[in-house]
């Protein structure tokens, strides 16, 4: 690890990056917002590496993880097919390395206890990207249920839905358990969605109870092995009840990830597509509530990089989610930032989804 990364903040952070596709952009551009010096890339074989590397504007090329490790870096960006998540975390953590991998952080969640017990250990900074924590109105949200804007909370109203599998044509690595994972929609984007409910309710799901549906068998000559959409029923601590959706086989939704809380004294709706705005509901009328640093709650506008008028998108939130991580390895203490207890959490949930489905019961969620 380097040197010059001190507690107070100074110095500059060497970024390595595990993977060279569409992930590796998104964490690659964010390293880059951060200040910090995207050293090395490594991928499936050296001549991958050495062209995304060039592609993403990264220093140096290594044929493998255990190169990249030998090049100075303070920390690693795992974006890598889900299967693999778990080995090169742990290789990793044990270099003494910081870690953030893509989710999900494991496909069962015993790998993933372990990974989170070996950071603690090593004493490494090791997160997930739960990266929809990061917009500004979901802040805004969380911050107004915490201070009780609406009331006891009753029930929930969530979704998200994808169309990118609707066609039987369309394929990715994603639809094997061996490359994938036994879940493929809950694991990929329901995660985020239970992520971002417990995370704005400030509360856990205690029980729930799922279907699934495989739509297609098979998909470009490949069998599929995982589900393409997930219905959930969930019992929230309070005794709220709720419903959520997940598909990624939506005709034209292609990242509509809704929260709806609704509340003794009024409701709160964020939309992941209108990002710049809440939905806030009231018995006398409804009104929209956008994005303003000057009149957000305490604490929320640090997450507003530009001027109210002035959108902000996913790669904004990647962005700050990023400099958290990288605030957190200077000694730093950001709240909110997704660690590797909360991938544990998002296996368990998977986990709990799969087994409701499979026996049509409901399974307890306890807290980890």
């Known amino acids: ?6 507690a107070t903040g100074v110095g500059t952070i060497r970024s390595g990056f595990l993977g060279g596709g569409f992930m590796a952009q998104v964490h690659s551009r964010a390293a880059r917002a951060a200040g910090a010096t995207t050293a090395v890339l490594a991928s499936s074989s050296r001549e991958r590496a050495l062209t995304a590397a060039q592609d993403l504007g990264i220093e140096r090329a290594a044929e493998d993880l255990a190169e990249l490790l030998t090049q100075d870096v303070d920390v690693v960006h795992v974006c890598t097919p889900n299967a693999t998540h778990a080995a090169f975390a ?5 270099a003494g390395v910081h870690v953030i991998c893509e989710k999900p952080l494991a496909t069962h969640v015993d790998d993933a206890r372990a990974l989170a017990a070996a950071a603690a250990e090593r004493g490494v900074v090791a997160v997930v ?13 969380r911050a107004r249920v915490a201070a009780g804007e609406i009331g006891d909370l009753l029930t929930v109203d969530c979704g998200y839905l994808q169309d990118w ?13 061996a490359d994938g994972g036994p879940s493929r929609a ?4 329901g995660s985020h969605l239970c992520d971002l409910l417990e995370f704005v309710a400030g509360e856990r799901i205690v029980r729930l109870t799922a279907r699934t549906r495989r739509v297609y068998a098979e998909r470009a000559g490949r069998a599929v092995t ?11 601590e309070s005794g709220a009840i709720g419903t959520l959706l997940i598909s990624q086989m939506a005709a034209g939704r292609k990242n509509s990830l809704t929260l709806e809380l609704h509340g003794a004294q009024a409701s709160i709706r964020f939309d992941q597509e209108r990002p710049e705005e809440l939905w806030i509901g009231e018995r006398e009328g409804s009104r929209h509530l956008f994005r303003d640093p000057q009149t957000a709650h305490p604490g929320v ?8 008028g002035h959108a902000q998108g996913y790669q904004d ?10 605030a957190a390895i200077r000694g730093e203490s950001p709240d909110g930032l997704p660690t590797f207890d909360d991938g544990v959490r998002a296996a368990q949930l998977t986990e709990a989804v799969l087994i409701a489905a499979d026996e049509q019961r409901w399974v307890d969620t306890p807290a980890l």
């Open 226 to 236: 995982n589900e393409d959409a997930v219905s959930i029923l969930v019992e929230m």
């Open 317 to 326: 939130a990647f962005n700050g989610f990023v400099a958290d991580a990288y």
């Open 90 to 94: 742990l290789a990793v953590i044990e």
């Open 186 to 189: 809950f694991a990929d984007i």
């Open 1 to 6: 690890m380097t040197t010059d990364v001190t």
């Open 301 to 308: 506008a640090r997450f507003s990089t530009v001027p109210a």
């Open 129 to 141: 990207p739960f990266v929809y924590r990061y917009h500004p109105m979901v802040r805004e949200a």
């Open 165 to 177: 599998m609707l066609l039987p044509g369309d394929d990715d690595w994603r639809v094997t358990s």
